[in-house]
């Protein structure tokens, strides 16, 4: 006992002598000294620090009363990258300025190629470059002056690479060899020829998010994506049968590795958008089942043997298949081009998502079922469960003649919808306006009228927002304070400001290190410049993925009637669910932004809607070609209900797995999943009330029909 209490007090002793010496030696306690066994280190490099100490080692070097101690002409930078991937440890590098206004000894503008290449005896990456004479001359000069010491390459502040010079350069042609793997060789090769361009590089936006938030996202995530896909394979198998569900589980499976092997080709990052994007893609993957199962049960009908049903089952549903994704793949490519960040996130999962899942759908169930048939199994499938034997089979809904009361309710919505955009307006994300925002995550629960009203004193020049995100003790702060300015110092006032007005609301004693590192979770900076462009470039992509949309359905149908009853419908689905973020922003307890993750959603909604609308003007075309004589209003009533139980079964998946979303998927793409719902539902009515019928009757105009034939055949 008495052995361990002496350990016990012996490392006591030793915890409080560090602690000593951490207040004695501040810096040194964060950044480690480049040692050897004789002393300090040779070569350039002063020691290295972990990526968050970075800032305030930077504090120390740069205080006036430090600056004094050391020579003129040193300068202090970091390396770009860390020592190594699995310890975050940058290297501090000590830097000679021979120029009397800071500048290089030379300039990037005189490198005219740099390329990366493999060393023939060690196997490890190397650079060559190439300078022009002028460049050539003076690199000839500083190489010679230097033998034996390093020389860096150095931009935008940082360090990319200092390799030692072994002997004199003429000719302007050189190398850089070091313990470089073909990707670190890689972006030298690229940085030196970024060289050659002399716009400076400057913190447009920034995004920063606590490991705590982080990995909440990644906890949603996966749940939101598990309890979909549970929730999918038992749909199928309850409206299907055990069978044909198992088999469309199977290529949902399949469909589920094949996009996790693109992306991880891709070496893609995988975010909170771009899971949401293949939990949908999940959602809408059904629907080339559920277009196949249901021609498979009409044909099945129609007195046709199993093998010939599934045939044809497959034949005649491959045209709605293709046109319906062709629309969606093309909204996925207009996001992609026009968003950034995360939003292409969500556009990538999402384009690899359709094209896998129509191959998974049309020829992987095939594949299945035809190696079943070869051997003269499952010929007695009947593609039905008991519940879903009967449901919506033989429908006549008179949607055409039922339409006017389609256009007055939505008259009304809309117009309410205007109004509240001419009194309210919209609550436009920091993406849009440009400022900071800040993530706080306080331990008690909180009011956001007192916060809003204590942050107004502290932010007197700048506007002041705040807003609940999830549970009470939980709030978004957005200010526009100083962002016009860059640079460390306004971000520190920035923080230093909300400290101050928030220290009410923390616990007695707690720093201002412990507030940054502790409460707030998640921050994010977009200057005014980027914030008009993702506007503009929003704006564009809604119109452009209209047009797009609207030239293909041209190109498809032959007929401007369908075009125009598309682009109504599509107009009519951005603009409700645009009424909808200006009526319930502020009312409901969650954020409804317009931001880029909103713009994603439009998109989305656009590519989903169209895609259910293209469906019913498949079937359309299908039956005119079938009975070319029989009147306009009843063709247009039997395809939207012969198609009305895929409308269904699609609409009921994609909103089971938004719903998941919108549950299980975390506070920061709730807004999203919101838009999605609501854009789902509102896209099934614009199909059966407004797609359609505008279509009707921009066709009625062009046949000059004056009897509509009321009664439903």
Same mark, same amino acid.
């Given at each position: 006992m008495l052995a361990k209490l002496e350990q016990q007090t012996d490392t006591t002793a030793d915890a409080q002598s560090l602690e000593e010496w951490k207040r004695e030696y501040p810096l040194f306690a964060i950044l480690q000294v480049n040692q050897s066994e004789r002393g300090i280190g040779a070569g350039p490099m002063v020691g290295y620090a972990l990526g968050r100490d970075t800032v305030e080692v930077n504090a120390y070097l740069n205080n006036p009363k430090v600056k004094e101690l050391l020579p003129r002409d040193l300068k202090f930078v970091w390396s770009v990258n860390p020592i190594d991937k699995k310890t975050p440890l940058y290297e501090l590098i000590a830097i000679k300025v021979s120029n009397r206004d800071g500048r290089a000894a030379l300039g990037g503008e005189v490198i005219t190629d740099a390329y990366d290449d493999f060393q023939q005896t060690t196997g490890f990456g190397k650079v060559d470059m190439t300078m022009n004479s002028e460049g050539a001359k003076v690199w000839a000069r500083l190489t010679k002056a230097n033998i034996g010491k390093c020389i860096a390459v150095v931009l935008d502040g940082y360090v990319y690479s200092y390799p030692r010079v072994s002997s004199e350069i003429t000719g302007g042609s050189s190398e850089i060899t070091g313990n470089f793997t073909a990707a670190e060789a890689k972006d030298l090769a690229n940085v030196l020829k970024s060289g050659k361009m002399p716009a400076p590089a400057h913190i447009v936006q920034e995004d920063v998010v606590g490991p705590s938030l982080g990995k909440e996202a990644i906890t949603a995530g996966f749940i939101s994506f598990l309890a979909a896909f549970i929730l999918i394979l038992l749909y199928m198998q309850v409206n299907y049968g055990l069978i044909p569900g198992l088999i469309v589980d199977a290529s949902l499976l399949i469909n589920v590795f094949f996009m996790m092997g693109i992306l991880a080709s891709f070496q893609a990052v995988l975010t909170l958008p771009g899971i949401a994007g293949i939990v949908l893609t999940l959602g809408m993957a059904v629907d080339a089942n559920v277009l196949i199962y249901e021609r498979i049960k009409e044909e099945l009908r129609a007195g046709k043997g199993m093998k010939k049903a599934l045939a044809d089952g497959y034949k005649n549903a491959l045209s709605a298949i293709m046109d319906g994704n062709i629309t969606t793949l093309l909204t996925g490519v207009v996001l992609y081009v026009f968003g950034t960040g995360p939003v292409r996130g969500f556009a990538t999962t999402l384009i690899i998502g359709i094209i896998t899942s129509v191959f998974c759908g049309v020829f992987v169930t095939r594949l299945i079922f035809e190696a079943f048939h070869a051997k003269d199994k499952l010929l007695n499938l009947t593609f039905h469960t008991k519940l879903t034997k009967n449901l919506l089979v033989n429908s006549k809904v008179d949607f055409i003649g039922k339409r006017k009361v389609g256009y007055i309710l939505s008259a009304v919505v809309l117009t309410l919808g205007i109004v509240s955009l001419a009194v309210r307006g919209l609550s436009e994300g920091v993406d849009f306006s440009g400022g900071r925002n800040y993530v706080v995550r306080f331990e008690q629960p909180v009011r956001t009228d007192v916060i809003n009203e204590t942050l107004q004193n502290f932010f007197e020049e700048a506007s002041v927002s705040v807003i609940t995100i999830g549970s009470e003790n939980q709030v978004r702060i957005n200010t526009n304070y100083r962002i016009d300015e860059t640079g460390q110092e306004v971000d520190d006032e920035v923080q230093q400001r909300l400290y101050e007005g928030l220290t009410s609301f923390l616990p007695e004693g707690t720093t201002k290190e412990a507030f940054v590192n502790d409460f707030i979770v998640n921050s994010q900076k977009v200057g005014p410049t980027v914030a008009d462009d993702v506007k503009k470039a929003a704006m564009w992509a809604v119109f452009f993925s209209l047009i797009i949309i609207g030239l293909y359905i041209l190109l498809r149908f032959k007929n401007i009637a369908f075009s125009a009853g598309t682009i109504a419908a599509l107009v009519h689905d951005v603009l409700f669910i645009i009424s909808c973020y200006s009526i319930f922003y502020g009312i409901l307890p969650f954020s409804l932004e317009i931001d880029q993750t909103f713009i994603a959603a439009i998109l989305t909604i656009i590519g989903y809607s169209?895609?259910? /609308? %293209?469906?019913?003007?498949?079937?359309?075309?299908?039956?005119? @070609?079938?009975?070319?004589? *029989?009147?306009?209003?009843?063709? !247009?009533?039997?395809?939207?209900?012969?198609?009305?139980?895929?409308?269904?079964?699609?609409?009921? /998946? %994609?909103?089971?797995?938004?719903?998941?979303?919108?549950?299980? @998927?975390?506070?920061?793409? *709730?807004?999203?999943?919101?838009? !999605?719902?609501?854009?789902?539902?509102v896209g099934v009515y614009s199909t059966l009330y407004i797609a359609a019928p505008v279509a009707y009757d921009?066709?009625?105009?062009?046949?000059?029909?004056?009897?509509?034939?009321l009664e439903l055949e």
């Open positions: 169209v895609n259910d /609308t %293209v469906v019913v003007f498949d079937r359309i075309r299908e039956n005119v @070609g079938y009975y070319p004589k *029989r009147n306009k209003k009843r063709l !247009m009533n039997e395809a939207l209900n012969q198609t009305l139980v895929r409308t269904f079964s699609t609409s009921l /998946t %994609v909103f089971i797995t938004l719903l998941t979303i919108f549950l299980f @998927g975390g506070e920061t793409i *709730r807004g999203f999943a919101f838009a !999605m719902l609501v854009g789902t539902i921009v066709q009625k105009r062009q046949l000059k029909i004056k009897d509509e034939n």
